[in-house]
């Protein structure tokens, strides 16, 4: 894991070797084991790299890294996870290795398949390869987008790196905030575009694409895309037998082999452990896995470590469930109790390393666990990131759910499954509310804008309505427009929660959050084999009779602890933010809403921000959310374009 820079000038200009180390220096956090450059100035081109050593800790895994011939070279940061296989391959094909590395792999594999080598690989990446001979640059990015890739592309010159703020350590690119994803953000909560960001003129490469960049311009193209589940909803028989226990099979055995595969390491491996289904499936697999003793390349310190967030406050506290788990695995319990007094210190420097807006103080919960993974010596965590939305652990996924089955008319699957909806799930809504919003999903998609607005969903009402007016977009047309011929309702909510909005800005906290401590954080569940599997059953494998992540609960029986296998609540690592902002950070943050530069911000109507603020103080209403946004974008603007 690492933090990669790189300038291309095609004028061939020489590079500013001191601007290219300052881009690279100022990652130094994702890589303090080394670092490096390699400069062509015939070309124009500039690569910077900084090292965290998790795979052959020796010299031989410096970067940039050239082939044998000195022709392509790489900057590169992730974990193929399936570099050995892939190297006793390459290798039957004569190539030659000089080091243990998956960074070669990627050189080699390059050499052998070109564009294509991005099929073969199993793991996170975002790496830049020039390639002299062919004269052109080829950047590629994972196909969830663990890792990240943002560029400029300013007509006769290209920068790329890790994080924005490498990019803005060039002070001729303007610093411009892209007001229409503010919006997105205060109105929605929205806070990953895929291609934009808030800097305009700044863009990410999006998941599963790469980059071809050459004299003749910039080609951005997608290599790997999820298909939509098959809809064999209507056949509750096989879905209750010998299917189900078919598909819970294969799922263990593909989950267990992702897992096996990110315990590869020349460092310790760890585990984060909320004490929900993910995390914990994690662990225990994990236990199993260095049990039996696996692969030489498996590092381990003398006893499995697991590092948790824990609340005083019951409602958000998920210690029985941790100890459950602790107790069957007998790994070593390591907690942090996230505090409020201490968060208004530390946002700042989350904000820093977060580059963007993020959505809630859960950030906080999780940059707490990684900075004590980080005391305890750790380089490399597990974590379950992802799960929710591949196995519809959401509980907005029974309202898409209803409204595929009232619009396939499988009257007799509606029916049991709201009856079980009601019964079974612990957070249910009134039914009143159920039915509007199974209904408001079935309305045509060009009628959803009014419909939104006649119920007040468009926008809350503490907007100033100038910047609405300017900046004002749907948000039920912007996201059902991003996957609207895949499959159902049902596949839709998962293929967009999984590959446009939802999953894309958590693994965007995940990965700032743990290389703020160069921890490099690894997530099983998004191996692409499990994922195009899941995607693959009938929804009852997701959700069956007012039950979730039904697949995992039946592949991890005899495993997990019956106590988290069957437990029907989601938390994960939540904060309680709507108890902290009615009492002991009140004052904080009346004092931000009361200043002069956040009333001087044309984004908001003061006088209903003040009014909002009362409600929730009260206890009359919880505007944690909406708080949280307010404070955040605050400090975000204060530190990135007031400095």
């Not at 379950?384 to 007799?412: K, M, N, P, V």
């Not at 909005?501 to 997530?523: C, K, N, Q, T, W």
């Given at each position: 894991m690492c933090?990669?820079?790189?300038?291309?000038?095609?004028?061939?200009?020489?590079?500013?070797?001191?601007?290219?180390?300052?881009?690279?220096?100022?990652?130094?956090?994702?890589?303090?084991?080394?670092?490096?450059?390699?400069?062509?100035?015939?070309?124009?081109?500039?690569?910077?790299?900084?090292?965290?050593?998790?795979?052959?800790?020796?010299?031989?895994?410096?970067?940039?890294?050239?082939?044998?011939?000195?022709?392509?070279?790489?900057?590169?940061?992730?974990?193929?996870?399936?570099?050995?296989?892939?190297?006793?391959?390459?290798?039957?094909?004569?190539?030659?290795?000089?080091?243990?590395?998956?960074?070669?792999?990627?050189?080699?594999?390059?050499?052998?398949?070109?564009?294509?080598?991005?099929?073969?690989?199993?793991?996170?990446?975002?790496?830049?390869?020039?390639?002299?001979?062919?004269?052109?640059?080829?950047?590629?990015?994972?196909?969830?987008?663990?890792?990240?890739?943002?560029?400029?592309?300013?007509?006769?010159?290209?920068?790329?790196?890790?994080?924005?703020?490498?990019?803005?350590?060039?002070?001729?690119?303007?610093?411009?905030?892209n007001e229409r994803l503010v919006y997105g953000y205060l109105a929605f909560g929205i806070c990953e575009h895929l291609s934009e960001t808030f800097f305009s003129g700044i863009q990410q490469l999006p998941p599963a694409h790469y980059l071809v960049l050459n004299h003749a311009g910039i080609h951005v193209n997608r290599y790997w895309d999820l298909e939509p589940a098959c809809r064999d909803q209507d056949r509750p028989s096989k879905a209750n037998g010998h299917d189900a226990e078919e598909y819970a099979r294969q799922f263990y055995h593909l989950l267990r082999d992702s897992v096996r595969l990110r315990l590869r390491s020349d460092v310790p491996v760890g585990t984060c452990l909320s004490g929900g289904l993910d995390s914990s499936s994690i662990v225990c697999l994990m236990r199993d896995l260095l049990s039996e003793g696996g692969e030489k390349s498996f590092r381990i310190t003398e006893r499995l470590k697991t590092f948790s967030s824990c609340f005083d406050e019951q409602k958000y506290d998920e210690r029985d469930f941790i100890q459950a788990v602790l107790q069957k695995t007998r790994a070593e319990e390591n907690l942090v109790f996230p505090s409020p007094h201490e968060l208004f210190d530390v946002i700042p420097?989350?904000?820093?390393?977060?580059?963007?807006?993020?959505?809630?103080?859960?950030?906080?919960?999780?940059?707490?666990?990684?900075?004590?993974?980080?005391?305890?010596?750790?380089?490399?965590?597990?974590?379950?990131?992802?799960?929710?939305?591949?196995?519809?652990?959401?509980?907005?996924?029974?309202?898409?759910?209803?409204?595929?089955?009232?619009?396939?008319?499988?009257?007799?699957?509606?029916?049991e499954e709201m009856t079980d909806y009601f019964r079974s799930y612990p957070h249910r809504l009134p039914m009143w509310m159920v039915v509007l919003r199974t209904v408001f999903l079935l309305v045509p998609q060009s009628l959803q804008p009014s419909s939104r607005r006649l119920l007040g969903l468009d926008k809350p009402n503490w907007l100033a309505a100038d910047f609405v007016a300017a900046h004002g977009f749907d948000r039920g047309a912007s996201i059902n427009g991003a996957a609207s011929s895949r499959g159902g309702y049902f596949d839709r909510h998962l293929y967009r929660r999984l590959a446009?909005?939802?999953?894309?800005?958590?693994?965007?906290?995940?990965?700032?959050?743990?290389?703020?401590?160069?921890?490099?954080?690894?997530?099983?569940?998004?191996?692409?084999?499990?994922?195009?599997?899941?995607?693959?059953?009938?929804?009852?494998?997701?959700?069956?009779?007012?039950?979730?992540?039904?697949?995992?609960?039946?592949?991890?029986?005899?495993?997990?602890?019956?106590?988290?296998?069957?437990?029907?609540?989601?938390?994960?690592?939540?904060?309680?933010?709507?108890?902290?902002?009615?009492?002991?950070?009140?004052?904080?943050?009346?004092?931000?809403?009361?200043?002069?530069?956040?009333?001087?911000?044309?984004?908001f109507d003061i006088e209903r921000v003040e009014k909002e603020f009362e409600l929730h103080c009260s206890g009359r209403k919880n505007s944690s959310g909406d708080i949280w946004r307010w404070i955040n974008l605050e400090l975000w603007l204060q530190t990135f374009f007031e400095t």
């Open positions: 933090g990669i820079a790189g300038r291309v000038h095609f004028d061939r200009q020489p590079i500013n070797r001191a601007l290219l180390r300052r881009m690279t220096d100022i990652q130094a956090h994702r890589g303090p084991d080394g670092e490096g450059y390699y400069f062509d100035d015939t070309a124009g081109l500039g690569l910077g790299h900084r090292r965290l050593s998790i795979i052959d800790l020796s010299e031989a895994g410096h970067q940039p890294m050239g082939n044998e011939d000195g022709t392509i070279w790489i900057t590169y940061n992730g974990e193929v996870y399936n570099y050995l296989e892939l190297r006793r391959e390459l290798k039957a094909k004569g190539h030659v290795f000089k080091s243990q590395t998956d960074t070669e792999v990627v050189i080699h594999a390059y050499e052998e398949w070109g564009e294509e080598c991005l099929q073969y690989f199993n793991g996170m990446w975002s790496f830049a390869i020039w390639d002299s001979t062919k004269q052109h640059l080829f950047c590629a990015r994972d196909r969830f987008g663990i890792k990240p890739f943002y560029y400029f592309y300013g007509g006769r010159r290209f920068l790329f790196a890790s994080e924005i703020k490498a990019l803005l350590e060039d002070r001729t690119i303007d610093r411009k905030l420097k989350m904000i820093w390393h977060q580059d963007e807006p993020f959505e809630s103080t859960s950030i906080y919960a999780q940059w707490n666990v990684m900075k004590l993974a980080r005391e305890k010596g750790m380089k490399v965590l597990l974590d379950g990131q992802g799960g929710d939305e591949l196995l519809a652990g959401y509980s907005d996924y029974y309202f898409s759910l209803f409204a595929d089955l009232f619009a396939t008319i499988s009257w007799r699957s509606l029916v446009v909005f939802g999953l894309p800005s958590l693994l965007r906290y995940e990965d700032r959050d743990s290389m703020a401590f160069s921890i490099e954080a690894r997530v099983p569940f998004l191996d692409h084999r499990l994922v195009e599997f899941v995607f693959s059953l009938p929804y009852r494998q997701k959700i069956h009779r007012g039950v979730t992540k039904v697949i995992l609960r039946n592949a991890m029986k005899g495993t997990l602890p019956e106590k988290v296998r069957t437990r029907a609540d989601k938390m994960g690592f939540a904060t309680p933010e709507d108890i902290w902002f009615r009492t002991t950070l009140k004052e904080e943050v009346k004092a931000l809403i009361s200043d002069g530069s956040f009333r001087r911000r044309r984004y």
